[in-house]
């Protein structure tokens, strides 16, 4: 479609071309060549369609556990998420992550934080170390939160949809809070536990540009 | 061809150096236990004439209702467990002082190993007759961990007193408190490795 007016164009500007380049009648007196009064149309160039800037991910992972999350793109290479997770309780997960290639495949690097409020954490914490079943008030509320940075690809459309393998180094903080308990005669009272890990950490994500 | 063997080695090596890097932490900088039921002294007079006499009594603390089993049952390289302090509060008939105390020992036993003297506190001279004593570890860095294994840990208290002073007549007893901390630090390799 975009050869039509280039071949207009020409038509034009033939039997103007053609006259101009005819041999002058003797004794005519020299002319001023006749201006060309059709150049050809400038070539439009190809509209580049702009990256999608919002997307919907769905990971699985350790500590993540399972995040839905929304993703924003500002700019092709770089993507901000945040999203809602679930483990042992619930939780956020924030990330800012780099995808420097717009390719088929691409590289990932990536950096997270995440919160898990107190929820079921402390019971199965509670079954986990093995602590008398009289002492479990010795053992409050858990919560737990982590920073991680993590180096992986991506296989997909930056357009679309993509599929990402990530894996890094982590520092998981889990926060126990204390109580009080009888057992055995005696009254026991806990000051909070805490309990930190630098441990490695793996991510499979799935996200949908739109 | 030599590239495939060099990158699993490569990987192996990576691998067991991260299990040797990754660990995990865990601490509990203070537990407190208090006997609901103070415990009866007994007296032992003094074995010479004009010599010391003390007060006894023996305290099994149930520090493994305390701590979780990972950290009572590790090796003392990784598990520490300390004695950070303990009251005593002695309470004999009425009107009576607790101005005979002349020291105040606790010794942690445990029938298969040698007991350690935890506190040896001597009251400062013309200290008020108060009623409790608020005793300080002898070494802080004394780690009990292996005491609590291989039957347990027991507390022995005592408080001794000159026969010049003697403590007045009639039954005494002991309100015991000791508060302890516990910590863990272990790399991946070693809980892979089940240690």
């Known amino acids: 479609m975009r050869l039509v007016p280039i071949l207009l164009a020409a038509l034009v500007a033939a039997p103007s071309l053609a006259l101009a380049q005819a041999p002058a009648p003797e004794g005519a007196a020299p002319q001023a060549a006749a201006p060309v009064t059709a150049a050809p149309a400038p070539r439009a160039a190809p509209v580049e369609e702009p990256y999608p800037q919002f997307g919907l991910a769905l990971a699985v992972g350790a500590p993540d556990g399972a995040v839905l999350s929304f993703t924003w793109s500002p700019l092709y290479w770089l993507l901000v998420d945040a999203g809602f997770a679930y483990t042992l309780a619930p939780g956020m997960v924030f990330g800012l992550e780099f995808r420097p290639i717009d390719f088929f495949i691409s590289p990932i690097i990536r950096g997270e934080y995440g919160y898990y409020f107190a929820g079921n954490t402390a019971n199965q914490i509670k079954k986990w170390v093995g602590l008398p079943e009289a002492s479990w008030p010795l053992i409050g509320d858990a919560s737990y939160n982590w920073f991680s940075g993590l180096i992986g690809f991506a296989l997909g459309s930056r357009r679309g949809f993509t599929a990402a393998l990530e894996g890094g180094v982590g520092y998981l903080s889990l926060n126990v809070k204390g109580g009080t308990a009888t057992s055995g005669g005696l009254s026991i009272s806990t000051e909070a536990y805490k309990v930190t890990s630098f441990m490695p950490v793996a991510r499979l994500s799935f996200l949908y540009f739109f | ?195």
Request: proline share 10%; with cysteine.
């Open chain 2, 1 to 195: 061809m030599k590239r495939l063997p060099i990158a699993a080695l490569v990987s192996a090596a990576l691998s067991i150096a991260g299990c040797g890097a990754f660990n995990v932490e865990a601490s509990q900088p203070q537990a407190c236990l208090q006997l609901l039921s103070p415990q009866t002294l007994i007296v032992v007079p003094p074995v010479i004439p004009g010599g010391s006499g003390k007060l006894t009594a023996s305290v099994d603390i149930g520090l493994k209702n305390v701590f979780p089993g990972f950290i009572v049952d590790g090796s003392p390289n990784t598990n520490v467990v300390r004695f950070l302090g303990a009251t005593l509060a002695l309470t004999g008939p009425a009107g009576s002082t607790n101005q005979w105390v002349r020291g105040i020992k606790v010794t942690a036993t445990n029938p298969s190993l040698p007991p350690l003297l935890l506190v040896d506190y001597t009251p400062p001279a013309g200290a008020p007759a108060g009623v409790t004593f608020n005793i300080e570890p002898r070494d802080p860095n004394n780690n009990l961990v292996t005491m609590l294994q291989n039957g347990g840990l027991t507390l022995d208290v005592e408080a001794s007193y000159d026969i010049s002073s003697p403590p007045a007549g009639g039954a005494w007893t002991a309100g015991v408190g000791a508060c302890f901390s516990a910590s863990i630090r272990k790399t991946f390799q070693e809980l892979i490795n089940g240690g």
